[in-house]
């Protein structure tokens, strides 16, 4: 009997303690691709400058592999990590990110753009605006829906599950309706 290829999804840990970057070397170590959303910060101790990578989500790690890997990483890592699952006919399953979800999100967080705005896993309607298409700017290619934050028009892209994060300040004529 041949074994069926196992499809590559992007899936993502909450990380324990801060250690994101450490379950990072972890996995990069196996070969496996990680993404951190992060933005670089310049940090002065005793007197030297040095620009620091610091998680804008403090917890959150988004690693590429296959659900059955998925699920042994989260064996591996117990007690360091929980791999962010949902319920699906009384059976928790990995939460796997679509790869065209997971570009949009990572274009967006790594804008370097400043204002964005991010939301961890609590449970939050983000999806209730028109959904749009940035065709202009640092954004351009994002899809997404539309919200009104502190009277600002702000593009929401959201990972169904996991998190979201508000962009700054999109411009009218830069957003066209899908």
């Known amino acids: 009997m041949e074994e069926v290829p196992s499809i590559m999804h ?3 840990f909450k ?9 990072e070397d972890t996995l ?8 951190i959303p992060c933005e670089t910060i310049l940090v002065e101790r005793g007197g030297v400058k040095k620009n620091v990578r610091k998680p804008v989500i403090s917890s959150l790690l988004f690693f590429y592999s296959t659900d059955r890997q998925a ?4 064996q591996n890592l117990i007690n360091r990590v929980i791999l962010y699952t949902r319920l699906i006919n009384w059976q928790k399953l990995p939460i ?3 790869e065209r979800e997971m570009k949009i999100f990572m274009l967006v967080t790594s804008s370097g753009e400043k204002g964005l705005d991010y939301f961890g896993d609590a449970p939050m309607e983000y999806s209730t605006g028109e959904r749009v298409l940035v065709t202009d700017g640092p954004f351009k290619g994002a899809e997404g829906c539309i919200h009104r934050i502190k009277g600002n028009r702000r593009l929401i892209v959201a ?13 009218q004529c830069f957003l066209r309706k899908i």
């Not at 990380?15 to 379950?23: A, D, H, M, P, S």
């Not at 990069?28 to 993404?35: G, H, V």
């Not at 990972?159 to 411009?171: E, L």
Request: net charge neutral; glycine share 2%.
């Open 96 to 98: 796997a990110i679509p």
């Open 71 to 74: 699920l042994a990483l989260q």
């Open 159 to 171: 990972i169904q599950g996991v998190c979201a994060v508000a962009t700054a300040y999109i411009p």
């Open 10 to 12: 992007w899936y993502a």
């Open 28 to 35: 990069n170590k196996d070969k496996i691709e990680t993404y």
């Open 15 to 23: 990380v324990f303690y801060n250690k994101v970057f450490e379950i």
